[in-house]
């Protein structure tokens, strides 16, 4: 068996807590930055989802109909896999 198959051998990424690896984070990033940018990311994406729609004409047409449809259902399945969405 080789040496690098037993458990001893695994990195200390892979062992460290969730918490651990938030703390990682916020050395990167300081906490002020990331509630900024969690407070404003939601409203810059709606912003630019609308921004879409209008530029386009408001969906009013087949077409673009279809591609928010295909764009909503591909947004919901992402959620539900990675667990994203509210239970």
């Not at 709606?46 to 909503?72: E, K």
Request: glycine share 6%; with cysteine; net charge positive.
């Amino acid at each position: 068996m080789p040496a690098s198959a037993g458990p001893e051998n695994v990195s200390a990424a892979s062992r460290e807590s969730p918490k651990t690896q938030w703390s990682a984070l916020t050395r990167l990033i300081p906490p002020r930055v990331l509630i900024y940018a969690s407070r404003i990311l939601p409203c810059l994406l709606i912003a630019a989802v609308l921004f879409g729609l209008a530029y386009d004409g408001g969906a009013y047409d087949v077409l673009p109909r279809h591609a928010l449809a295909i764009a909503v259902w591909w947004a919901m399945a992402l959620l539900l896999i990675t667990g994203l969405a509210p239970a």
